[in-house]
């Protein structure tokens, strides 16, 4: 079947550091992928978002790595800030153009 | 200012009320959705609309009710049978299937029945 999920629910990172937030998939027909941040009592943000003919894909700070091969997705943050504090989602696009949600990654900040 | 609006951000209802949370969004955006979170939970499919005067049950429809007669507006209706009704609920569009699948989402209603 389709499921997302999340290998960690908890990561604290030291300020400053790299972020690395991992994800699992489980269709391997997926073609697409984001991720999202969602701060506290507010909705999900966009971020970044992959296709499967891409390993990777970067933005400002955050850079996305795609392993179909292991069926893996990760979430880089370069230089961690407190500002990067929040719930990180992967979701996938499954077959009837739904876009499937893994249950988060909370990111703590340490000073 | 461009965006999705959810209103209110707070609602609370006795048991056994029907109650509706609103969704607008001027965004020109086909496709608009409602999800449902729990605690330490993802994010749950409610209903979604890809066109007007159209829309499809998602995982968890059973308890609620829509309605899309308006691009612009995407209301969902909470029934007093959907049992555990206390959640957040976030509404979000969408341009629609094809080259973006971005969806873009409202603030939230916490919605608490007690």
């Known amino acids: 079947g389709e499921s997302v999920g999340l290998h960690l629910p908890t990561l604290s990172v030291q300020e400053g550091d790299n972020s690395i937030i991992n994800c699992a998939y489980s269709?391997?027909?997926?073609?697409?992928f984001i991720w999202y941040k969602q701060e506290s009592g507010k909705g999900p943000q966009f971020i970044i978002d992959?296709?499967?003919?891409?390993d990777k894909r970067q933005g400002q700070r955050v850079t996305v790595l795609l392993n179909k091969t292991v069926k893996h997705l990760s979430l880089q943050i370069a230089a961690t800030q407190p500002g990067d504090s929040a719930v990180y989602f992967c979701?996938?696009?499954?077959?009837?153009?739904?876009?499937?949600f893994g249950k988060g990654t909370r990111l703590h900040i340490l000073p | 200012d461009g965006g999705i609006t959810q209103s209110p951000k707070y609602l609370f209802r006795k048991e056994g009320q029907n109650v509706t949370l609103s969704c607008e969004q001027n965004?020109?955006?086909?496709?608009m959705y409602w999800y449902r979170q729990d605690p330490g939970q993802g994010l749950r499919l409610i209903y979604y609309?890809?066109?007007?005067?159209?829309?499809q049950k998602g995982d968890i429809a059973e308890g609620y009710s829509v309605s899309r007669e308006k691009k612009e507006s995407f209301p969902l209706t909470v029934t007093s049978a959907q049992k555990n009704p206390t959640a957040f609920y976030l509404c979000?569009?969408?341009?629609?299937?094809?080259?973006?699948?971005?969806?873009?989402f409202g603030p939230g209603t916490r919605l608490t029945v007690t």
């Open positions: 609309s890809q066109i007007v005067n159209d829309f």
């Open positions: 992959i296709r499967s003919n891409m």
């Open positions: 979701a996938e696009l499954n077959r009837d153009d739904k876009i499937i």
């Open positions: 269709n391997s027909a997926s073609d697409y």
């Open positions: 965004l020109n955006h086909d496709a």
């Open positions: 979000a569009s969408s341009p629609g299937t094809g080259n973006s699948y971005e969806q873009y």
